[in-house]
C-alpha cells in the first residue's frame, strides 16, 4: 500500500483482530480492540473551561493566511502569526530553523516553534501538534485536485488552536501545577504523495525528526511526557487508541482517555484500539526520549479513509472543523494538566 504522512500498519499478531483502513481504502466491518478499564477512574477537577468559540477562532485565524505550505509566503506569515500569539499569552517562544530536505530533495525552509508557559515550574508537560499544511491534495476523490495544496484546517491549524486556547486560559492561572511547553512542529507533511507510487516513511515528520535529533532540556527540565494533537476538529471524530502511543506510553494513553471519562467526553475517546500510525509522536519517542502519545482521529467505516473524508483532499476546510469535537479534545487537555501535581 502507499504510506500516507500518518501511516497505518498490521501488526502481525493483530491482524486477525483489527481490521485497519489505510488512505486508500477503508471498508465498512473493522473491528477494533478494547483496552482494559481503569481501576482508579480519575475524577473531575477544577480546570478551566475550555472556549471551543475562541479555538475554532484561531483555526480560522490560521486559514486566513491560506495554505501554510512549506517555502510560501503563507507559511512564513502564519508562522510568525502563531510565535507573537504564545508571546501575547506569556510564553517564552523561540523559533529552531533549519534547511531540511523534502522526498524529492526539495529544500524546505523549517521553522519550529516552541513555546513554553510557567517556565517556574520545574515539572513539565509537553503538547505538539504540526503547523503546516499538506502541498497535495493526493487523497482527494477527484484526480484534478491532487496537485492543489490543502487548507489544512484540520490537518495541522485544529491542533495548534486547542494549543493557543490552552496557552490563552492558563497563562495568569496560579493553581496549574506543572509548566507546558508547546512544540508546534514544521515540515510534517511533505511526504511522499500517493501518485508517485513510491513510499518513504523517513520523508513525513522532518521537523519532528530534526527537533528530536537536536533535543536538549531547558534548564534540564525534561518535560514528563508529552501529547501530540493531530486532527482534532474534524466532524464526527472519534479518537481510538493508537498503537505506537500504548507501545511506547501506556500510563499517558490511560491518563488521557481517563480524563476524557471524567469530563464526560468518552463518546469522543472509546478505550479501543485504531491505527498503529507513523506521526510526530515516533520521533519524539524514538529520539528525545520523551513519552509521547498521539491523540488522533480514526474513522472505522469511512470509504474514503480511515483518518476522515476530508484528510489530504481540498475539503479539508473550515466549513468541516466542529466546534464539538475541539471542545472535547481541549477540555480532556485541561482536566489532564489541572490533574497534575507538583
Partial sequence: MHNPPKTIILPLLAATL?????????????KTQTSGESSTPMKAVNAPTFNADSAFAFCAAQCDFGPRTMNSKAHDDCGEWIARQFEKYGCEVTTQKAVLRGYDATPLQCMNIIASAHTDKPKRVMLCAHWDSRPWADNDPDSTNWRKPVMAANDGASGVAVMLETARLIQNDTTLQVGVDFICFDAEDWGTPQWTGMSNEESWALGA???SEHYQPAGGNKPAYGILLDMVGGENATFYQEIFS????????????????AVGYSDYFPKQRGGQITDDHVPVNKKAGIPCIDIIPFYPNCEQGSFGPTWHTVNDDMNHIDRNTLKAVGQTILQVLYSEEK
Wanted: glycine share 4%; aromatic share 12%; proline share 3%.
Fill in 18 to 30: 483489527i481490521i485497519l483502513c489505510t488512505a486508500a481504502s477503508c471498508k465498512n466491518g473493522n
Fill in 246 to 261: 500504548n507501545q511506547f506510553a501506556p500510563a499517558i494513553v490511560e491518563k488521557v482517555w481517563a480524563a476524557a471519562r
Fill in 209 to 211: 525528526q530534526y527537533w
